[in-house]
DNA sequence: ATGAAAGCGCTAACAG
DNA sequence: CTGTTAGCGCTTTCAT
């Protein structure tokens, strides 16, 4: 691997004007550009992102171009969707980012925090795992530009993207009573996750306005996993007075609850009606293609990086809050009761 | 953020002594030590492992504990379950992992490349697009460890974790002629993936030994995502003479064969048998379950992970070769015929 | 327009 | 056992 010196030595000048050539300052000379530019085809140069990373760290602005993702669960659509939208955004900006899975461990959260920080990244985007997560706090205190997803954080000013969750559950579960259904269940992902809250309370607010009476009963509070899809909807299905229909707080949770309704042997919708929060480009695979809230992961994605690399040119600018719309995708799995 | 500096005035020692401690060298005096640990605790010292990485490359050993990971596509739940291994192994050792997903495009997989390296990591993990690229051959030459998952590299001596693509198809295939079926159509993956053409040889040896006559016009050739096992299942069901059963070259084209089969009002396995390469913890979800190979991705990310730590302590050690059994998993969709 | 030199945070000889 | 010092590759004043 060649350097500044190998460079400037074949170019026959200094490693600050290698230096200026590499990052495009216009005060050189064109001759002098092309000979070192000459010289770094020839070496197959590339500038070592460490070295410039640590010699940045003198001046204020971030310019290593690079930003950290820490996401909680790799394993669902949704979160691979919002990498997708990030990754392309910040390519497309020459931007490269480090990407945390930490698998809802909070302790894992936080070390990744640690790594990313001691990396000197320009910028950070975070789904935190709560709204008073302390190391998130401590960063964006820190100066660190962040840009929350899908989760905000709590007496913080930070910018924030996210769906409209509330919004999502409401019409999801006026489809339902729409076709008739009145006793709809509800299986809530993680309840100390906000999202999952405004999921429960857009579903609340849906009943009330049907003048549907809620019954605590048919509300079961997940973790957000396959497992917790599963067990709660045999729960829930095998209780003595079972839902008609059921309204899955996430991706995950879904796919539990089909496996366990597949494995029961029963039929959708005709024993069963469903309705997941997030959709996936594949829900059309499922038999019957199922009926969800989409949320734009990618969309968000790229936009959380927008909004980060605004961020890092102006750390002073007021953080903005947006909200995506849900958009919801009926195809067959809640026909009429 | 402090450094360095601010700990060894905090301790009254230099920082070559703080630099000790955090290194865990085992000639500091105990008081000594005692002494800088407080220091470090008391101003939340995290070190800057840019300046460590930057320092390290001085030395021949790669200790900037951090790795990285090239993945064709994010969208493949078999690549996530080889993130999460390739995440947990790495997390147990203290390895950071910068994960880069190049969506199928060889641009942006040249260029994550180019960045990984010029971010001083330790080593590589890389799923090469194909036998021949040349950027990782030229890495590999250069010295960087390197482990390849799921594909190997041409004439190349470098450690390779995959599955046993032959036999995982041809044990799908073979199941499928037990079953009675005759006219048994492929749709492969991208053919310039050695994976790809080993899962063609797999089906075209299951036929031979079945003694079933190979018919060019049952094998479809897609570029191993979702749309193309959509577009191609439609091509192969319309056929004057359609297949009686399917068998799909990879998670994504079985997802679109599914979306296309589904949509045309097929029963699944009346009309048509279904058999996807690669498995998914949700396949049990899927209407009918479905019966799938699957490939143990979660372990082979971890062991992968193994092997490059390994090599990074001995460059020089010869390059295995490390197959893992594929598992047929029978559930519902491919019934006799 | 260009070069010389200081310094980013850290590690690793080398002295003592 | 501990301190001093010379870099690692790069950016950026400050001169020229």
Same mark, same amino acid.
């Given at each position: ?43 197959? +140069? ?57 698998? %809802?461990? %909070? ?48 007496? !913080? ?12 559950? +409401? ?76 309204? !899955? ?13 597949? %494995? ?30 989409? %949320? ?27 909200? +995506?719309? !849900? ?11």
């Amino acid at each position: 691997m060649s350097n500044l010196n190998d460079v400037a030595r074949e170019a026959e000048v200094s490693i600050a004007t290698v230096s200026r050539v590499i990052n495009n300052s216009h005060v050189v000379n064109v001759a002098t550009r092309t000979k070192v530019q000459d010289a770094i085809k020839k070496l197959d +140069f590339h500038p070592n992102r460490v070295g410039r990373r640590l010699a940045k760290l003198k001046v204020k602005e971030g310019e290593s171009k690079i930003i950290g993702l820490v996401l909680p669960d790799i394993s669902n659509p949704f979160f691979v969707d919002v990498l997708k939208g990030v990754e392309d955004f910040a390519y497309d900006n020459e931007y490269a980012v480090i990407t945390c899975n930490f698998a %809802q461990d %909070q302790r894992r959260g936080k070390l990744y925090l640690d790594i990313l920080q001691s990396e000197s990244i320009d910028g950070l985007l975070v789904a935190p795992v709560h709204g008073g997560d302390s190391k998130v706090i401590q960063l964006v205190k820190s100066g660190l530009p962040i840009v929350c997803i899908d989760r905000g954080l709590l007496d !913080t000013n930070v910018d924030l993207v996210l769906a409209n969750n509330h919004k999502g559950a +409401f019409e999801a579960v006026s489809h339902l009573v729409k076709l008739g259904h009145k006793r709809i269940a509800f299986i809530s992902g993680l309840i100390e996750n906000p999202t999952s809250a405004e999921r429960l309370n857009g579903y609340k607010s849906a009943l009330q306005t049907h003048k549907i009476r809620f019954d605590a009963a048919l509300v079961k509070y997940g973790n957000s996993m396959y497992e917790s899809g599963y067990v709660l909807t045999e729960e829930l299905l095998k209780a003595p007075a079972p839902p008609t229909a059921l309204f !899955t707080g996430n991706n995950l949770i879904t796919l539990g609850a089909l496996g366990k309704i597949h %494995q029961m042997g029963l039929n959708i919708p005709k024993d069963i009606a469903i309705i997941g929060f997030d959709d996936m480009y594949w829900s059309i695979s499922l038999n019957p293609p199922l009926t969800a809230v989409k %949320q734009p992961g990618y969309d968000m994605g790229r936009y959380a990086v927008e909004l980060l690399l605004r961020r890092i040119k102006d750390p002073v600018r007021p953080a903005v809050k947006v909200v +995506f719309d !849900t958009e919801l995708k009926i195809r067959k799995s809640c026909g009429a009761v």
